[in-house]
């Protein structure tokens, strides 16, 4: 077995500080058989047992610690349409089908959920739906952003897309720093730990049995079968899901999937309420921002409090560095906060692919798997859940680029943490000289 499935969530999370109450799973005791025996009860596990449900078939969930505990969380809450290859970029190398394809994928995902959420009457994840402004730090990217926001509409009809000017995007952020943007309707937020502890919820009434505190030590082929241990049960099932992303590591049952993934710590902060007159200049129209900066941060406003994120924190824990790193992004966009005090730190990992695309299908005839969101899994991890029940029916959906044959092996990786923080470092420099 590798890593500690007993770690608490982050106690100081904006999230954790106001979500409902969580609800009691017991621990699996003796043994138990399903048709699909899923790993992991975030947004990807609990989608996938809902849908598998919806299909007739019996799922039981497995989760290490409790629902939720991991990136589905730990993450900002943000909901978008994208991958982190653009579909331009995918045009070029892939051509205009697949580009379409991935574009369709990505906006299945917004809109499952707000099925999801809708489905289960998950009121106190306050979704919206108000869109994203991408803001442009320098003439050079704000004319890219426009550039591409150009392409979207000619190539794939993306019509809603709207350029903003300086003044438009001082109105959006309350910030002078940006010289304009792209807005794009149809994002938004969720408050994404009271979303999951919904689905949660909502699965388990429908009957799904799901199981906390209780890590999967062992996965083994049996007969034509496969057989899930854990520390004091067991679970026999047709099919197994690996729905663990970046916490793979946990134990020893799905670490190898962690050497498909470069686990990037992101880092969020958020501020004490903000004076009802301040609140109301920043960020009024409740979308949410992220900037064009290679090191990206991104920042929304949830109950009168500034949320701010972004890469940059190292390490297998919180990292006071980071979090110091992130105020001060902050305060140089928004000045009027630099006396406000930030009351809430914490942090998660980010599951990035060497192709920046996610990836879903089958590790063997038994074994099915969705993982690598690479910073966007709200939305799309949510929608693999539903692709994963397909595969576990015996289907074979289009999944375009995010195929389980693309995935890649990282090379060379024991070296993964050095090359983050060259690579990293590298992009703050160019960051740094406004490159």
Known sequence: MTGDWT?????NSLWASTADPAREFPVLTGETQA???????????????????????APVVLEANRPGW????RNGGVITAKFR???REIDAAHGRAMAKRMYEIAHESTDIVEELVSEFGIASAALTRTGQVKAAHNET????????????????GDAEVRILDTKGVRDETGSDVFVGGVLNPGSGGIHPLNYVRGLADGVARRGVA????????????EGSGIVAETPKGTVRAKQAIIATNSYSDLTGATAHMQHTLIPFRSAIIATDRLPRNLAGRLMPTGRTYTETKRMMRWFRMVDNRVIFGGRGAFGKQDSGPAFDALRKAMVGIFPDLADVPVAFTWSGLVGMTLDSVPHIGRLDDRTLFAMGYNGAGVAMSSLMGRYLAAFARGETPDVGLLDASRLKTI?????????VRMVAGWYQFLDAIGR
Request: without cysteine; glycine residues 12%.
């Open 7 to 11: 770690a608490r969530p982050s106690a």
């Open 35 to 57: 048709d699909v025996v899923i790993i992991g009860a975030g947004y990807t596990g609990l989608s996938a047992a809902h849908h598998i449900a919806k299909s007739g078939l």
């Open 70 to 73: 991991g990136a589905s969380g």
């Open 85 to 87: 290859l653009s579909f």
């Open 141 to 156: 990217t704000l004319k890219a952003a426009i550039d591409e926001a150009g392409w979207m509409k000619r190539e794939m």
């Open 210 to 221: 799901i199981y906390q505190g209780t890590p999967v030590v062992k996965l083994r082929r």
């Open 411 to 419: 090379p060379f990786y024991p070296l993964r943490e050095p090359a």
